[in-house]
């Protein structure tokens, strides 16, 4: 299994604006689903986005329309483009491909499906009111 590596967080106030990046080694990861969860105590792990070879994406609904998930494929890199960020978005992030399928992202987030795979150490998010 090929690890992923996020980076990119910090500490911001609300409203304020992060770039997360995620970067796998080599092309490994290059015809699958790409995704970006969080992780909180309290709340366990959540899908964020998820991004399709063809360019479809998807959101969860608390971040529809701040964050914004994209690629470099010439980079293979992911990033999570966060704006207008809220103390509830305060969460370890982390990125994984989907390997249970080619190229299409499962129906459902599926956050235990064992096909997530090539999780970091995740990078922080911190957002104060």
């Known amino acids: 299994q090929v690890h992923l590596v996020e980076s990119g967080g910090g500490s911001v106030e609300a409203g304020g604006s992060l770039r997360l990046s995620c970067v796998s080694a080599?092309?490994?990861?290059?015809?699958?689903?790409m995704g970006w969860f969080r992780e909180t105590p309290g709340k366990g792990r959540e899908g964020v986005a998820t991004l399709d070879k063809f360019g479809r994406t998807t959101y969860t609904e608390s971040v529809e329309g701040r964050f914004t998930i994209a690629e470099d494929d010439a980079k293979n890199t992911l990033y999570l483009l966060m704006n207008d960020l809220q103390p509830a978005d305060t969460a370890t992030y982390y990125c994984?491909?989907?390997?249970?399928?080619?190229?299409?992202?499962?129906?459902?987030?599926?956050?235990?499906?064992?096909?997530?795979?090539?999780w970091g150490q995740g990078t922080q998010v911190t957002v104060s009111s």
């Open positions: 080599g092309d490994r990861y290059s015809n699958h689903c």
């Open positions: 994984a491909a989907y390997v249970g399928l080619r190229r299409i992202c499962p129906s459902q987030w599926q956050v235990d499906n064992a096909n997530w795979v090539g």
